[in-house]
């Protein structure tokens, strides 16, 4: 059974540009998060989206936006980028069984600003 | 105070050593208490989660949730050089808090041969 893969795994930007990572659930999971990773802040929660729809938020700027297709994909992009987004982007999937939201996360997108 | 509070270590133990590993949250509306643990250059993946206070045993690893202390401990009995990574905490709540995860910022284990 495939993991959660992740494209691309490496970038690098620049201040201003936007950028656009993506994620291909576990065959069968219609959940998907994104976390945002720095030797800072640690894992923090960006959003979660089930059915197309974003359930849940996380405290970040209008910039970070994500979206779910119908095939259970996502994508998060983030505009106007500033260095201070330069993190390790995880995507994780879940079956949403009744309880603990488990989560399956990909390797992650590691994107450098510059 | 940050919702969950993780010792980021670095924790050095020799092979065969016990370890424990806390993290101790403020938020009384957590109900599900996960263990991850992440090798460089890749996500994280579940270790143990367990649902309200008590102890889950997996093998060498043991969950424990106190949740009237609110502190949850991870116990690695046996401790092997494949051990060696950065181990998580994470929570989940329910309601407004449903379908996020707050982690710890993790602790850093090596384990010696």
């Known amino acids: 059974k495939a993991g959660v893969t992740q494209t691309p795994r490496y970038l690098i930007k620049t201040r201003g540009q936007q950028v656009t990572l993506s994620c291909s659930p576990i065959?069968?999971?219609?959940?998907v998060s994104w976390y945002q990773q720095t030797p800072g802040q640690g894992l923090q929660f960006l959003f979660e989206?089930?059915?197309?729809?974003?359930?849940n938020k996380g405290n970040f700027p209008g910039r970070f936006s994500g979206r779910q297709f119908s095939n259970s994909r996502s994508e998060m992009n983030v505009s106007t980028l500033e260095l201070g987004d330069s993190a390790l982007y995880l995507c994780?999937?879940?079956?949403?069984?009744?309880?603990?939201?488990?989560?399956?996360f990909g390797a992650g997108s590691r994107l450098t600003v510059l | 105070q940050k919702e969950v509070e993780q010792d980021p270590g670095p924790l050095s133990v020799p092979e065969g050593a016990i370890v424990s590993l806390n993290c101790t949250y403020s938020?009384?509306?957590?109900?599900?208490f996960m263990w991850y643990r992440q090798y460089s250059r890749k996500g994280p993946e579940l270790l143990m989660y367990t649902y309200s206070s008590g102890n889950k045993e997996d093998g060498r690893f043991t969950a424990q949730v106190d949740k009237s202390s609110k502190y949850i401990s991870l116990f690695i009995r046996d401790s092997q050089p494949s051990d060696s990574a950065t181990y998580l905490c994470?929570?989940?709540?329910?309601?407004?808090?449903?379908?996020?995860?707050?982690f710890g910022k993790g602790t850093k284990l090596s384990v010696i041969p």
């Open positions: 938020n009384s509306a957590f109900q599900y």
């Open positions: 989206y089930f059915s197309e729809t974003q359930r």
């Open positions: 994780a999937s879940s079956q949403v069984p009744a309880g603990a939201n488990v989560l399956t």
């Open positions: 065959s069968g999971h219609r959940s």
């Open positions: 994470a929570m989940e709540g329910s309601g407004a808090g449903s379908y996020q995860l707050t």
